[in-house]
T-cell receptor, first 113, second 113 residues
Framework: KNQVEQSPQSLIILEGKNCTLQ??????????LRWYKQDTGRGPVSLTI?????NTKSNGRYTATLDADTKQSSLHITASQLSDSASYIC????????????FGGGTRLMVKP | SQTIHQWPATLVQPVGSPLSLECTVEGTSNPNLYWYRQAAGRGLQLLFYSVGIGQISSEVPQNLSASRPQDRQFILSSKKLLLSDSGFYLC????????????FGEGSWLTVV
């Protein structure tokens, strides 16, 4: 069964601290993995996209890693800011299914001053 | 540049009433178009996708339908809303196949009462 599991479900950190969000998937065959940021009541915005051969990709203070062997990905946020408070969604695409995406349930991050 | 716009942003509808959510994409031609639903605290679920005018694929059986009367217009409809139709609906677009990023609209909050 094609699934994407994210952990933790929610996380509270202090401004300026770092944090790491996890994503495990069983989607096969694998095409790519995306991390999206979704502010409350808004549409998700793409942060990174990684294919099978990519191990890490950065976008400003966001760094995503991918281990295609263990089917795990992480999103590391450095020096968190209040504006980082949002839900972070891991999305995996199957290689033989057009644009069929499997979404994780998201991690809700709250950054406190 | 490309933009995606969906409306209305919020609506409250009684059970049994009809629904029409509209989505338009500007700045591109022949995009893939999608409707997703996000129930409270849950991940995104693909409802419909379209690879061209008049071509609609449904991912889950439901009380909703979709239409694509023009290249860059995607409409989500229902003849009679159910309480379970409440949720956050997102329109999205992409170019071509699974390697490309999906861009989401701002979303529409639907509350069925």
């Amino acid at each position: 069964k094609n699934q994407v599991e994210q952990s933790p479900q929610s996380l509270i950190i202090l401004e300026g601290k770092n944090c790491t969000l996890q994503c495990n998937y069983t989607v096969s065959p694998f095409s790519n993995l995306r991390w999206y940021k979704q502010d409350t009541g808004r549409g998700p915005v793409s942060l990174t996209i990684m294919t099978f051969s990519e191990n890490t990709k950065s976008n400003g203070r966001y760094t995503a890693t991918l281990d295609a062997d263990t089917k795990q990905s992480s999103l590391h946020i450095t020096a968190s800011q209040l504006s980082d408070s949002a839900s972070y969604i891991c999305v995996v695409t199957r290689n033989n299914a057009g644009n069929m995406l499997t979404f994780g349930g998201g991690t809700r991050l709250m950054v406190k001053p | 540049s490309q933009t995606i716009h969906q409306w209305p942003a919020t609506l409250v509808q009684p059970v049994g009433s009809p629904l029409s959510l509209e989505c338009t994409v500007e700045g591109t031609s022949n995009p893939n178009l999608y409707w997703y639903r996000q129930a409270a605290g849950r991940g995104l679920q693909l409802l419909f996708y379209s690879v061209g005018i008049g071509q609609i694929s449904s991912e889950v059986p439901q009380n909703l339908s979709a239409s694509r009367p023009q290249d860059r217009q995607f409409i989500l409809s229902s003849k009679k809303l159910l309480l379970s139709d409440s949720g956050f609906y997102l329109c999205a677009w992409s170019w071509g196949l699974s390697g490309n990023t999906i861009y989401f609209g701002e979303g529409s909050w639907l509350t069925v009462v």
